[in-house]
């Protein structure tokens, strides 16, 4: 094992006393809270219970819970059924939890922590039982939480359920309450979650893992303890599974992602449908997907009428549905994939490749495929579906199926994404104009037309053999809300590491000379400005090294007592 | 020098002082007041013994009676568990014959099982006699000892010879048959002498 | 005008004097940070606010001093008053005794500052007119036989406190254009008389190389 603290497994708790951690703080850390909704036969379906008991949540919160944690369609899912959804959070007064904000800092930029939407973990069970009225046994364990760790949280959920429905409410005491002993998510290390008389070991990944996305192999080596469960990832979905019927397009499928165009995922079953959308999200990666997604969508969510709405174009989201409604609800949109089972194991279906056009979708009931008018910018690469397909005739493992996948758009949306950031690179400023009286300088704005021109000397073709029109690409992409978010993102991270150049240049300055021919209110402007860096430096605790923390308030310091006695005494408060 | 890791469970009575031995063994401390468990609490302790560390991954169960259906996920695939009670009431000694038999029946048969009756300190209250507990012990071929959380009485003591008892991990066999709990003549039985067995991996 | 060490062409230097409790704090926070402090502690000593804003095109930083207004803290006065530019004079007026002390306030600014140093009177809390005890004709009445510049503001809706900080800098900036505020008297240095209020950042008189990290 590695060098863990004696004592609990949790890092935070150690052989003296940890007074200030509450009970449910630790919970708090993974998830908002656990639910169990049950069919009502007055009211459809309700929320049984929420624990812990003092969370509260909105009424609006509540019914979509209670509306996506059913199939839709209650026929094709007898037995137990997995998915997960996506819902918004109500604005309102909300609890920080101080472990995401650090958190956030260090984790790759998919997986922070989302203040604006939870992610539902669902365990449905339906089963036939004489002894309840209507004859069917309908009830669903849901995991909420801020956190997309779908691998994690639905292995958890898988655990907790099966429990819950044997043996009731104590055993979902007893799940949460080994889950408040966890200690938080800490990027770069190897957690070990405690569940159930299990061991969950899953490694939290960093925002600077080169291959984040990549996806991780499972380990050849046993446990020698039935008790370890190693998770290869926190987060990877089953993306091979999710694209088997319809391999060729999704490249395009990635283009479509990438440039934010509205898509909606129609199959029978919410498994499918969360498994299809959130493996789309991860196309892109390691780009964030901006925009809203829905793995699983229904008509009484209360995003209904926005995200359906005829008057206007459809909104930049993705949406995974099962209810036939939605086939004639969403037939104008623009791109619509339907999933449906595979003929045969082994076999290539009919129509693989095969294109279909939005208008011959009439109901649910139809084949399988890709429907769209939609013209990729980019040449198909047929190499890796070669790969895949001779992948599927041999039996390949799923797991080695899947890395391949993951890898090979990885690798794409690298070479997409290079040529961006060496642009912003130059807009960085100079070194030399970074002076420590003037404010410090900023990023130059990006410039759309700047950057195509790049794109001929340093473009994606020194990094991939796809060929195409990449320039309409990067035009598109920029009128996209990715975009939008990645520029931000990336302008936020140049501008923290801007101040602490500038900081550090104030700590170089002579500023003992400097202020010998200043008036005392220059002086006094350079004391609060010293200030100023020193408490940018304290509340962002990162890359700035402590001897120049040092340093400067040995200026201030030696400052204020070169300035007359009583200023000297205003100051030093 | 061989590293293993040793899932050992606790069971017993609500009240018998499970959660106070895993603290004396983990951290060497003792509260008067101790929380009920919830469902489980999950610990690790490192301890050397003749040469070989043990990991032992220890799940300390609940022993009210409304968490009584969850035990068999803490005790499933265990190495070890540890049945305590209470010396200082009699009505606590029932449970450890209880927990014994449903060992016995739904785990496979290498686990060591060990009886501890603990607040052997409080010799004024003692309900349960030494000798009676001791006997049913070797009926069924476990450990038995005396420990006090309190004082800290062979609760070291305890784990260790959990540890010299356990078998050399390549007979560990987690799908083999049920355990045979009558003393018979059976040449099996004997490998308890394994002791400090050296199989490193 | 910015080639100087700052990126800002002057430096003002803002005091804000008056009776405990009349919002002083409250003004600043409002003008500095644009939100209104509800829960606001007593200042203890001297804090300070800064902000940026632009008269005729110049960009000018604003360093406002705001102290408590209890009388033991006057020890620090000297130093407090010496080289303010402009001084915002602050009364509330659901308070009569605030109003009042205000001659007190007014000697007090007169005797520790430069005779150019523009003076702002501000009536706080306009925004509780039901509990009003100072007209806004007497106020005006006593600024104007005083040459006081004058609102009333409300820290806690915004009402006018831009504009009560933004016009004492543009009355002290027309008054360094048409030379009665001399900015080359302050070339001595002296940190002890009450020296010509704000600077400038001249940039010929700033040697180029000092504190810059070329």
């Known amino acids: 094992m590695e060098d863990e603290s004696e004592g609990s497994l949790s890092p935070s708790q150690d052989s003296i006393q940890t007074p200030a951690v509450l009970p449910w703080d630790r919970f708090s850390n993974w998830l908002h809270c656990a639910c169990v909704v049950t069919f009502d036969l007055e009211l459809g379906q309700a929320m049984e219970i929420i624990y812990p008991s003092h969370i509260r949540m909105t009424e609006k919160e509540k019914m979509n819970i209670c509306y996506l944690s059913f199939p839709d369609s209650n026929s094709g899912c007898m037995g137990d059924t997995q998915f997960h959804f996506r819902i918004r959070q109500c604005p309102g007064r909300k609890q920080i939890i101080k472990s995401h904000v650090e958190y956030n800092r260090e984790c790759p930029i998919q997986l922070k922590s989302d203040d604006a939407h939870y992610y539902g973990f669902v365990f449905f069970r339906q089963t036939k039982d004489r002894s309840i009225r209507r004859g069917y046994f309908q009830k669903s364990v849901v995991l909420i939480s801020r956190l997309p760790f779908v691998a994690l949280f639905s292995q958890l959920v898988s655990i907790i359920a099966p429990e819950y429905f044997e043996n009731g409410e104590p055993s979902l005491e007893a799940a949460c309450h080994d889950i408040d002993q966890w200690g938080p998510p800490v990027p770069g290390e190897t957690m070990n979650l405690p569940i159930f008389g299990t061991v969950l070991q899953v490694r939290i990944p960093t925002h600077k893992d080169k291959l984040v996305g990549a996806g991780q192999t499972r380990t050849q080596s046993v446990p020698t303890l039935p008790a370890q469960s190693i998770l290869p990832s926190l987060f990877e979905v089953d993306i091979y599974t999710a694209f088997q019927t319809i391999l060729p397009h999704v490249q395009m499928l990635w283009e479509l992602m990438l440039t934010g165009e509205p898509l909606v995922v129609m199959a029978a079953s919410p498994s499918v449908t969360s498994n299809t959308v959130q493996s789309l999200v991860s196309l892109i990666s390691p780009f964030h997907y901006c925009s809203d997604y829905r793995p699983y969508f229904t008509i009484h969510d209360s995003e209904f009428k926005e995200y359906t709405t005829k008057t206007q174009a459809p909104p930049s989201v993705i949406l995974g549905v099962t209810n036939p409604f939605f086939a004639k609800t969403l037939q104008h949109w623009p791109h619509i994939i339907r999933i449906g089972e595979m003929a045969g194991e082994a076999s290539v279906p009919k129509g693989f490749n095969k294109l279909k056009k939005a208008s011959s979708l009439k109901t649910l009931d139809c084949k399988p495929g890709v429907y769209t008018q939609y013209k990729p910018f980019l040449m198909k690469d047929k190499g890796i579906l070669k790969r895949l397909i001779k992948g599927m005739q041999t039996k390949r493992p799923v797991e080695a199926q899947n890395a391949i996948l993951r890898r090979h758009f990885l690798e794409l949306t690298q070479s997409f994404m290079i040529p961006l950031e060496r642009y912003m690179a130059s807009l960085m400023p100079l070194q030399r104009n970074i002076s420590p009286h003037k404010g410090p300088p900023s990023l130059r704005q990006f410039d759309v037309d700047e950057f195509v021109k790049t794109l001929h000397q340093s473009g994606p073709q020194l990094t991939s053999i796809v060929k195409g029109e990449w320039d309409g690409l990067y035009r598109k992409f920029f009128r996209s809300p990715n975009f939008e978010g990645w520029l931000y993102h990336r302008q936020y991270e140049v501008n923290q590491k801007l101040q602490v150049l500038h900081m550090e240049a104030l700590c170089q300055a002579n500023l003992l000379d400097w202020i010998q021919d200043k008036e005392e209110v220059e002086i006094v402007d350079l004391v609060l400005r010293i200030r100023e860096k020193l408490k940018f430096a304290t509340n962002n605790s990162v890359a700035v090294k402590p001897e120049n923390i040092n340093k400067l308030e040995k200026h201030m310091t030696t400052i204020i007592s070169s300035l007359p006695e009583d200023l000297q005494s205003v100051l030093n408060t | ?201 | 005008m910015a080639a100087g060490p700052y990126n800002y062409s002057y430096i003002f230097k803002y005091i804000i004097i008056g009776d405990m409790g009349v919002g002083k704090s409250c003004l600043l926070h409002q003008f500095t940070e644009k939100k209104f402090m509800a829960d606001c502690p007593h200042t203890i000593g001297v804090e300070f606010g800064t902000r940026i804003i632009e008269v005729s095109g110049q960009k000018i930083k604003l360093q406002i001093w705001d102290t408590a207004g209890q009388e033991r803290f006057r020890a620090v006065t000297r130093s407090y008053y010496r080289g303010a530019a402009g001084a915002l004079m602050v009364y509330d007026i659901t308070r009569r005794s605030t109003y009042n002390h205000l001659s007190s306030w007014l000697t007090d600014a007169r005797n520790l500052t430069n005779p150019n140093t523009v003076i702002f009177l501000i009536g706080n809390k306009s925004d509780l007119e039901a509990q009003r005890d100072v007209t806004y004709e007497e106020a005006k009445q006593f600024a104007d036989e005083n040459g006081l510049m004058f609102l009333e503001c409300s820290a806690k809706t915004g009402d006018n406190v831009e504009d009560a900080f933004l016009d004492t800098a543009k009355k002290i900036y027309q008054n360094i254009q048409d030379g009665s505020l001399d900015l080359n008297a302050a070339e001595s240095g002296v940190q002890h008389k009450p020296a010509t209020p704000r600077t400038t950042l001249n940039t010929d008189q700033q040697p180029s190389d000092k504190g810059c990290a070329c």
């Not at chain 2, 009676?65 to 200082?88: N, W």
């Not at chain 2, 349960?128 to 009485?153: G, N, P």
């Not at chain 2, 390549?170 to 049920?178: F, K, M």
């Open chain 2, 1 to 201: 020098m061989s590293l293993r890791e040793i899932k050992l469970c606790l069971l017993g009575d609500s009240g018998v002082g499970k959660s106070s031995i895993v603290l004396r063994f983990v951290r060497d401390q003792y509260k008067d007041h101790v929380e009920s468990t919830i469902g489980a609490s999950f610990m690790t302790k490192h301890l050397v013994v003749d040469d070989n560390t043990y990991v032992f991954q220890i799940w300390d169960t609940a022993g009210q009676e409304k968490y009584r259906a969850l035990a068999p996920m803490y005790y499933r695939g265990a190495s070890a568990a540890i049945v305590v009670y209470d010396v200082t009431r009699e009505c606590s000694f029932p449970a450890v014959k209880d927990w014994v038999r449903e060992l016995r029946h739904n785990v496979p048969g290498n686990m060591v099982v060990a009886i501890a009756g603990n607040k052997c300190d409080l010799t004024e209250l003692r309900e349960v006699r030494t000798e009676d507990a001791k006997q049913y012990a070797e009926d069924i071929d476990a450990i038995f000892t005396e420990t006090s959380a309190l004082t800290a009485e062979n609760i070291k003591e305890l784990f260790e010879s959990i540890a010299r008892r356990l078998p050399p991990e390549e007979i560990y066999r987690p799908n083999s048959g049920v355990y045979n709990i009558r003393k018979t003549d059976n040449p099996e039985k004997k490998r308890q002498c394994c002791s400090g067995s050296n199989k490193s991996s």
